[in-house]
């Protein structure tokens, strides 16, 4: 009864944060281009944001459930499934694309960078206030670029409706009550079964929280927006990143699993790195996708291993 009761709980309740998110993004984006902002900073920063609640909401959540190591597992899982596979199934979808934007005048700098300071910062198995408050910094100073190199001057204004901040407040709040029942399920499922929290949030929750940016992205690229698809993996990361772990760390004292610098953290910076190399070029192809998938695979393999 008490299996059946917490995985019913962490599915409706994941549910209940996938939905409430896309209520928030949706409000955010018709916000956004109310203020005249153009189509790749409304991905890389409201989309990326709101694609990113499920991710703050739920480690925020575990930290005062005492469960803080889920945030790292948290961030480091969604980055790698945002760039292996919401990345992957988009090249795939669409057999390939072409930017229109170069990330690499300012955002694959700060992704990278973000990756890179990430790792230093809990090489030594602890992520202080200290850094948290650094990070918070990183995230500043790249939305201040951001909105500053975007004039918005030729984006065509729509007129956000008073719905639209009446589901920003609703979402919200929906996305905080689903994130504490969600790490609530993942608490409760893994004393039953015996599983280290960090492995559920790093595969089943990463997954899960990611299927915002799946669902954003591959619409995007259906409709053409293909940059607005790359913006919203890219923005997204450097939001979990900074912003997450940064936030995170206001309401305690964060755990760092020693085997996360083993497998998945050092995973994380190659597939960041892989992005940019693939991206250097502004095309992503059929067979770059497959690829990304392909690491996606292993990335699970190597994740659900200590299962076994």
Same mark, same amino acid.
């Not at 896309?22 to 955010?28: C, L, T």
């Not at 005492?66 to 992957?88: D, K, M, P, R, Y």
């Not at 693939?278 to 994740?303: C, P, R």
């Given at each position: ?41 409304? !991905? ?51 057999? !390939?694309? #072409? ?7 300012? %955002? ?17 198995? #602890? ?22 190199? %975007?004039?918005?001057? %030729? ?40 599983? %280290? ?112």
């Amino acid at each position: 009864m008490d299996l059946a009761y917490f995985s019913v709980m962490f599915v409706i309740a994941l549910i209940v944060l996938l939905k409430a998110s896309d209520w928030f993004i949706d409000s955010a984006e018709e916000i956004g281009l109310s203020l005249g902002i153009s189509p790749f900073i409304i !991905g890389v920063t409201i989309i990326a944001f709101g694609t990113s609640l499920p991710e703050l909401a739920t480690s925020v959540a575990s930290v005062f459930a005492g469960n803080s190591e889920i945030v790292i597992a948290n961030v480091v899982g969604s980055n790698i499934t945002n760039i292996a596979l919401v990345l992957g199934l988009v090249a795939i979808y669409v057999k !390939g694309f #072409e930017m229109e934007y170069n990330i690499w005048h300012i %955002d694959m700098p700060f992704l990278w960078g973000s990756a890179f300071l990430l790792y230093f910062a809990v090489s030594d198995l #602890e992520f202080s206030l200290a850094e948290g408050i650094l990070f918070i910094l990183g995230i500043i100073i790249f939305l201040s670029y951001s909105f500053k190199s %975007d004039s918005g001057d %030729d984006q065509e204004k729509v007129k956000a409706s008073p719905k639209s901040y009446v589901m920003l407040i609703i979402g919200g709040i929906l996305v905080w009550l689903g994130a504490n029942f969600t790490i609530e399920g993942i608490t409760g499922l893994s004393e039953l079964a015996g599983i %280290d929290p960090a492995i559920i949030a790093v595969t089943a929750v990463a997954l899960g929280t990611s299927l915002p940016e799946v669902i954003v992205s591959i619409n995007a690229a259906r409709k053409g927006k293909t940059s607005m698809a790359v913006g919203n993996v890219l923005g997204s990361n450097i939001f979990n990143t900074y912003v997450v772990m940064g936030v995170s760390s206001f309401f305690g004292e964060l755990k760092i699993p020693g085997s996360f610098l083993e497998i998945q953290l050092p995973m994380m910076i190659a597939m960041t790195i892989l992005f940019g190399v693939i991206s250097n070029n502004k095309k992503f192809t059929n067979w770059e996708g497959m690829l990304l998938l392909l690491f996606y695979g292993f990335f699970l393999i190597e994740s659900l291993k200590s299962l076994f």
